[in-house]
């Protein structure tokens, strides 16, 4: 009886599990594929003017569509190599300090209605409203002065100055945006209106639906003029846990990851079902020694002292940190720049590894091996602490293994490991010998101004060991007002040259931005500085297509 | 009855507004602010960050702000979300539901378990099954609850394909599924989260349940049960079993503080969008008023769990509405 009993609990319970298990969906065919994004952030807002995270960059950048976008070289002096997107050409004015642009006649915003030169007027005042709010707004007021429209699809506008990036730095911000929808709506409050969670873009995707922390679903425009991309469906899943990511990659749940940590890599290359991406980095970390006493004016005791930095510089084995770090995934810093940005230059002297010389060096500057392996000057040790944000696995790594490669040559490190802000609230007060620092640059190597320079050493500035060099600022100055590319290359490999060798940080590392794909997807090529923009180009190999491929009927939140 | 749930709903009340004030100065003390730069990005604006903390009155006393963050909960009001672009009321009305769904689901699945698994371990006592199986118990309640999440994940999700490993629902096919396959679709997501929080309860309430069997099974009621002829599963089902599960009213109260504990770590790891998840993302993010709505949603859900199981055993046994 008992027997009998138990076995048809476990058929019951078996049968819920084989139905759970196997549950699926009806039977549907046709469509062009579903391409499932794992990511590990919600895009937060869908408003162009505050799309701050790579996610609202990436869906906003494909659901609206820019006057022109940067093209293969990603040049962003004057327009070389700028590609016409919703302006089907420009003209400039023989004082290069307006340009004209003509818009497609053709183009329509998702709701049919047309776009027009008003839209990228309004759209253009948007993002430089201070009620908006959006982060790029004091950089285009320093570069643009305003835009006028000229007939429907004609607009101008007008620079304040002839500052070689400013064409960059107004097509690559300013997105039109749909007046006849949000001329009426409060300007304090249209960030927070429904339209930044249902938005009406003119791009090749519409945004399909939105369930916040969960999923977000885009699908070709009906109404875009250009050329309709491959896939059916977008659809992002979001989770804030990078294991559960890989976990969902590797299991086949989602088809594109876009941020494999290294070990990820590794195990997801030997799997002939998924590819290892290498996306274009615009990151770059360092050690940066505050060269003032703490939060004071005077010189630091230690790190005033360039021939100090200098040979501490020569210390540390940079190349074996890398590998030891990412394998051979990683680069080598080479200086405030990276190797993705068209300023770089990888012939620049670097202070060469060279343990022996960096003994004698420190020598020479009467620090002298102590009893205790440290070395000491006139009694105090060669000793300093280097604090380091603890949400950072790899600069937890390389801090140690620096404070390693350091204690070879007689000096002490105290690592010093903080909570990310509390790391950032230091490290911005000039509250630290050393940090483990990092910047996320972008296409234009003109954020070395922020970062670098004398003028960003006071209060909230981002240069955060308050490094200062005539020469270095005037060269970068000069790099930032170059008419041409070529000299403006010039400038900066003469500014890189200086900082590397004044050693106001010890370059560390580009780190490895990667990616997965499911070999199922073909994706192209994929752009550098924002990969997403060639999903409209991404399709499914044939004879890889999966239930979820087919086209299906979904409710739509766009109205 | 009634002074009893009055005096009951009054310690609640008060143990929520001072958690929610501590919440309130805790977050404000923290490093930074909901308009900080993000880490590495250069692109901080002093000006645009200072306007923004006057706009939503950031940049006011901490104690009128308290004051004014009182008066809004006061009204119902629990403001803005700027990690998430939107009213916290919006953000509450999704995840909490779904927080709901997990904690009741494995409150209810590790109940049952529980009671079953303590309930046979006591019949058996003495046994080699039930001593390895009350190891096995003593062993899940020391394993943290994380690494069993860990293990579903790996193991039974990425590895095994049994369920998906992350989320709510099928992101590219719940909306093309009838009614019934997107309900099936949300317990498919649902196994290995609520799976994971039930073991750890069940392992909890077994061992509970286990110690007041075998405190019943020797009484004077059981034995003349056994003597009048009836079944050994009768005696156990029928008469020891249901004298043993008043505690289990004050363990269920006990329980959801910690089933609400161990869901900000399973809701993380499952990609599951409910209050835990919340309120680490608006930790990490300085939202303070989701982080706020958070704990208070916390502390309420404690507070009635706690009320409901005192108040129940209150029903259930006279002398604790006396001493109360």
Wanted: aromatic content about 8%; overall charge positive; glycine content about 10%.
């Amino acid at each position: 009886m008992r027997s009998q009993s138990v076995r048809r609990g476990a058929y019951v319970a078996f049968g819920i599990v084989a139905l759970l298990a196997g549950c699926g969906g009806r039977e549907r065919s046709g469509g062009a594929g579903t391409v499932i994004i794992g990511s590990g952030q919600d895009p937060k807002t869908l408003f162009p003017p505050n799309a701050d995270n790579v996610q609202a960059r990436a869906v906003t950048e494909l659901i609206f569509q820019r006057l022109a976008d940067r093209g293969a070289t990603l040049n962003t002096v004057g327009d070389a190599g700028f590609v016409p997107r919703l302006a089907l050409k420009w003209d400039w004015s023989a004082d290069s300090l307006r340009v004209t642009f003509h818009i497609d006649p053709r183009a329509r915003w998702q709701d049919g209605h047309p776009v027009s030169a008003e839209d990228v007027k309004f759209g253009f005042q948007l993002f430089t409203d201070s009620l908006v709010g959006a982060r790029a707004r004091g950089e285009l007021l320093a570069l643009v002065d305003s835009v006028s429209v000229g007939d429907s699809v004609t607009c101008t506008a007008w620079f304040r100055g002839r500052a070689p990036e400013r064409f960059d730095g107004l097509v690559t911000t300013v997105m039109p945006l749909p007046a006849h929808l949000l001329r009426n709506s409060v300007r304090d409050s249209v960030a927070l209106s429904a339209f930044s969670h249902a938005p009406v873009g003119n791009g090749p995707f519409k945004l399909v639906k939105w369930e916040e922390q969960v999923r977000l679903e885009i699908g070709p425009s009906a109404s875009y003029s250009g050329a309709r991309p491959t896939l059916d469906r977008v659809i992002w899943s979001f989770s804030p846990n990078g294991t559960t990511l890989a976990q969902q990659f590797m299991a086949g749940e989602s088809d594109f990851l876009e941020n494999l940590s290294v070990d990820d890599a590794v195990t997801a290359s030997k799997q002939p079902d998924f590819r290892v991406v290498r996306l274009g980095s615009y990151d770059y970390n360092f050690l940066a020694f505050n060269l003032r006493d703490g939060a004071t004016d005077r010189p630091h005791p230690l790190f005033g002292d360039r021939a100090l930095r200098r040979a501490l510089t020569m210390a540390l084995d940079r190349r074996l940190l890398v590998r030891s770090v990412f394998d051979s995934l990683g680069r080598v810093g080479l200086g405030p720049f990276t190797r993705a940005q068209w300023s770089a230059d990888t012939t620049v002297t670097q202070i060469p590894f060279d343990r022996d010389a960096a003994t004698r060096l420190l020598d020479s500057l009467g620090w002298r091996a102590g009893a205790n392996g440290v070395r000491m000057r006139n009694g105090k040790p060669l000793a300093f602490s280097l604090i380091l944000p603890g949400v950072s696995a790899a600069r937890g790594r390389f801090a140690v293994l620096i404070q390693e490669q350091l204690r070879q040559v007689g000096v002490k490190v105290d690592l010093e490991k903080l909570e990310g802000k509390a790391w950032q609230e230091r490290s911005a007060q000039h509250l630290f010998d050393a940090t483990m620092g990092g910047w996320h640059a972008t296409p234009t190597p003109t954020g070395i101004k922020q970062t670098w320079t004398s003028s960003a050493t006071g209060k909230g500035g981002l240069n955060w060991g308050r490094y200062q060099n005539g020469a270095f600022d005037a060269q970068v100055d000069s790099a930032l007002t170059a008419a041409s590319q070529l000299a403006a290359r010039a400038h900066y490999r003469a500014a890189y040259q200086i900082i590397i060798d004044d050693a106001p940080a010890i370059w560390l590392y580009e780190p490895p931005l990667l990616a997965g794909a499911n070999a199922r997807v073909q994706l192209g090529l994929i752009r550098p500085d924002a990969w997403w923009m060639g999903i409209p180009g991404w399709s499914i190999a044939p004879g890889k297509r999966l239930p979820r491929d087919e086209r299906i009927r979904t409710p739509t939140t766009t109205p | 009855m009634r002074r009893f749930l009055v005096v009951r709903g009054a310690q609640a009340l008060v143990v929520i507004v001072l958690v929610a004030s501590l919440a309130f100065l805790l977050v404000h003390l923290a490093p930074g602010d909901p308009f900080g730069a993000s880490l590495d990005d250069p692109s901080n604006d002093a000006t645009l960050h200072a306007q923004q903390m006057h706009r939503w009155g950031y940049d006011q006393p901490l104690a009128v702000q308290y004051i004014k963050w009182i008066g809004n909960l006061g009204r119902g009001e629990f403001g803005w979300s700027h990690s998430r672009n939107r009213p916290v009321w919006d953000v509450l009305r999704e995840t909490v539901p779904r927080t709901l769904l997990l904690m009741g689901t494995a409150l209810i699945a590790g109940m049952l378990a529980g009671l079953a698994l303590g309930t046979w371990q006591a019949a058996r006592a003495g046994t080699i099954a039930a001593r390895v199986s009350g190891a096995l118990s003593v062993a899940t309640l020391s394993i943290p609850e994380f690494l069993f999440a860990l293990f579903a994940l790996a193991v039974p999700g990425a590895r095994w394909h049994w369920f998906p490993v992350s989320g709510v629902v099928d992101p590219a096919m719940h909306d093309s599924m009838s009614a019934a396959g997107q309900a099936l679709d949300v317990l498919r997501h649902l196994v290995l989260p609520a799976g994971t929080l039930a073991l750890v309860t069940a392992a909890a309430v077994c061992r509970y349940h286990r110690s007041a069997m075998l405190a019943v099974l020797p009484e004077d009621f059981v034995r003349t049960a056994r003597a009048k002829g009836a079944g050994e599963r009768i005696v156990v089902m029928r008469h020891a079993l249901r004298n043993a599960l008043g505690p289990m009213i004050t363990i269920t109260g006990l329980l959801i503080p910690a089933l609400f504990g161990g869901a900000v770590f399973v809701e993380t790891i499952f990609s599951w969008p409910g209050i835990g998840r919340m309120m680490v993302d608006a930790v990490t993010g300085n939202d303070y008023a989701l982080a706020m709505a958070g704990v208070i949603i916390g502390t309420v859900l404690v507070a009635l769990g706690s009320a409901l199981a005192d108040t129940l055993a209150a029903l259930a046994d006279p002398r604790v509405r006396v001493e109360a």
